[in-house]
């Protein structure tokens, strides 16, 4: 049986970029979209190109740049907004217009001094206008998180009218439960009028850090798009991780879902966006962190090193790491002490070993980590001859 492809819409250029302080220049832009290019994502999301002479800059390069996805611009509900992201795509291979407008009866209220009625117009006048311009436009409803389903899919159904080939559906201030996100999903694949013209995305914010567990409910409840960024990035707490959504389709074959991405590029790409934009990847990050397959504990280095899948359920080498970490602390056995002691030239004997784990213990203790280093110091004062 055949796995459902999950389209891969990357927004790291520009939902990522709005992260205070990661502001790139379009050398480091041009570099990340070859990447993602590479990477195997689907969409692109280069950027908001009414938002400034750079943005635009950059849009119509990356446009040019870019051999395999498509180039995807973010507008407002604006005309101009339309004008000019449809100018910056115009080299594009695979152009994509994304526009969109506020759903919530907070924002319809708040935002927009609005109505419902007006709200589904302008959703309308967009997509159609857009749709001059290219064929591929995707509608973002804002703040679909906290919409009223039953006014959601009346928005979903008028737009697709409208010529929208993509709906993304936000939950925006990541207020969502996975169970309450993924029945949204549901539901607009059973009320809308049309649903089977349009694909339907998922766009997950992290505040409550639950970003890529909703990104999940959604495809499992019909959706075939995520929206995502490296390392997670993006505003405030961040987007849906990129990495962790490829690796939990590629983990769970019974999900009978599945992407393009080559994921053994994942680490390198990880540091690539790391190092561009400043910011580091916290060490216990999933699947790129420092820490993701490093082990310290005894019990789990003993378990790693007799079979690496007691404790590791990816093969590191999957996305990108050469191999499992062992790292030697206090809280380290004397499997792990031999195992890295072989690695740095000690064969030792089951005495030896005795011997030395004690030594290893005390210099362990007054150092948070034991390195290659202080193997050998050890080594040194232990008096064996080796």
């Not at 220049?25 to 979209?33: G, H, N, S, V, Y």
């Not at 291979?93 to 589904?120: L, Y």
């Not at 998922?202 to 909703?214: I, K, P, Q, S």
Request: glycine letters at 8%; one cysteine or more; charged letters at 25%.
């Amino acid at each position: 049986m055949s796995k459902d492809k999950v389209f891969i819409f990357d927004t790291t250029l520009r939902d990522g970029e709005q992260v205070p302080g990661c502001k790139l220049d379009t050398p480091q832009k041009l570099e990340i979209a070859a990447r993602l290019d590479e990477l195997g994502v689907d969409i692109i999301e280069a950027g908001f190109p009414v938002s400034s002479p750079g943005d635009f800059n950059s849009v119509n390069l990356i446009s040019k740049l870019v051999k395999n996805a498509s180039v995807c611009g973010l507008t407002r509900a604006v005309r101009k907004d339309i004008e000019v992201a449809a100018q910056a795509l115009k080299h594009a291979k695979k152009p994509r217009i994304h526009t969109g407008i506020g759903t919530s009866d907070s924002h319809i209220k708040f935002k927009f001094n609005s109505n419902r009625d007006a709200i589904i117009e302008r959703a309308v006048a967009a997509v159609s206008y857009a749709k001059t311009f290219v064929e591929d436009v995707e509608f973002y409803a804002e703040d679909a998180g906290r919409t009223d389903n039953e006014f959601l899919a009346r928005v979903c159904e008028a737009v697709i009218k409208a010529g929208a080939t993509v709906l993304n559906i936000p939950d925006t201030t990541g207020y969502c439960l996975p169970e309450e996100y993924g029945a949204k999903i549901k539901y607009l694949k059973e009320h809308v009028t049309g649903i089977h013209k349009a694909v339907l995305s998922c766009h997950c914010h992290n505040d409550l850090g639950l970003a890529t567990a909703n990104a999940i409910a959604g495809v499992q409840n019909g959706a075939r798009q995520i929206e995502c960024t490296i390392n997670g990035i993006g505003e405030r707490a961040g987007n849906t991780a990129l990495e962790e959504v490829v690796m939990i389709m590629r983990q769970h074959p019974n999900l009978m879902l599945d992407t393009n991405i080559n994921s053994q590029l994942l680490n390198d790409t990880s540091m690539m966006v790391s190092r561009n934009m400043g910011m580091m990847v916290q060490p216990n990050k999933a699947i790129v962190g420092a820490n993701a397959f490093a082990h310290s504990s005894g019990i789990h280095q003993d378990g790693v090193i007799k079979n690496r899948e007691t404790y590791e359920i990816i093969d590191p080498a999957e996305v990108g790491v050469t191999e499992s970490s062992i790292v030697l602390t206090a809280r380290s056995g004397r499997a792990a002490l031999a195992y890295r002691s072989k690695n740095v030239g000690y064969e030792l004997t089951k005495t030896q070993l005795d011997k030395i784990y004690a030594l290893f213990l005390d210099y362990a203790d007054s150092h948070k980590e034991v390195t290659d280093e202080g193997i050998h110091e050890i080594m040194a004062q232990s008096g064996f001859e080796f």
